[in-house]
Structure formats: structure tokens, C-alpha cells
């Protein structure tokens, strides 16, 4: 069964870090790019970071960038996502997501509707 689940959320004040895991299950992750995304209350899902299946290519929001680093250790079937000076305004829950392209691909998107597998979120909270 193919699954994803994410880790490492939790309360932090701003200023600080915290590091997400996304742990990826029955599948391997050579065929995938994998993508995080976040939903605030009231908000619609944004895609905040996503690599591709080679790691090749790696995108971030705007909003993020400078701050956040996406990486991948495919055989840990993992990925990470990095988030360093953390701000009140990143508050929202955050998934993982895997997109099927071909092996060792640069195919990255920050699109939601792309990506076929999804975790069931991990809540991050910045707030003093």
C-alpha cells in the first residue's frame, strides 16, 4: 500500500526551525518528485517546495525562499524540508505529496492537482 507520512511539526516561537521528514512506503521514490504544501484556516492550499525524482530541480514560493530547503535521501525513501526563521505567517498544516515521473527526472511542480499520493499533514505553529 502506497503511503506517506509526515513528521517533525509542532510549536515553535518565531525566529526558530524546525525540520519535516515525509516518509514514503510501499513505492520507491525514484519514480517521484515529491512536493510540500501548506493550508492555513480560511486559506487555500500552497505549494511551498517541491524536487524532482533526481533532485535535479528544486523550487520553492516566493514567500519561503531563503528560509526553507528541501532535500531527498531516496534510500531512506525520505524527504525533508528545512525551515529556518520561521515566521507567525507559516502557521498551517503541511503535506507531502508524490508526483509520478520518469526515473531520474527534473520534473518538479508547485501544482496540487499533479500529484497522485498524499500524506495526512503535520500542524506547524510559529507563535511566541
Known amino acids: 500500500q502506497l503511503q506517506l507520512v509526515e513528521s517533525g511539526g509542532g510549536l515553535v516561537q518565531p525566529g526558530g526551525s524546525l525540520r519535516l521528514s515525509c516518509a514514503a512506503s510501499?513505492?520507491?521514490?525514484?519514480?517521484?518528485?515529491i512536493g510540500w504544501f501548506r493550508q492555513a484556516p480560511g486559506k487555500e492550499r500552497e505549494g511551498v517546495s517541491c524536487i524532482s525524482s533526481s533532485a535535479g530541480s528544486i523550487v520553492y514560493a516566493d514567500s519561503v525562499k531563503g528560509r526553507f530547503s528541501i532535500s531527498r535521501d531516496n534510500a531512506k525513501k525520505t524527504v525533508y524540508l528545512q525551515m529556518n526563521s520561521l515566521k507567525p505567517e507559516d502557521t498551517a498544516v503541511y503535506s507531502c505529496a508524490a508526483m509520478r515521473t520518469r526515473y531520474f527526472s527534473t520534473d518538479c511542480s508547485p501544482t496540487p492537482i499533479r500529484y497522485d499520493y498524499w500524506g495526512q499533514g503535520t500542524q506547524v505553529t510559529v507563535s511566541s
Open positions: 510501499g513505492f520507491t521514490l525514484d519514480y517521484y518528485a
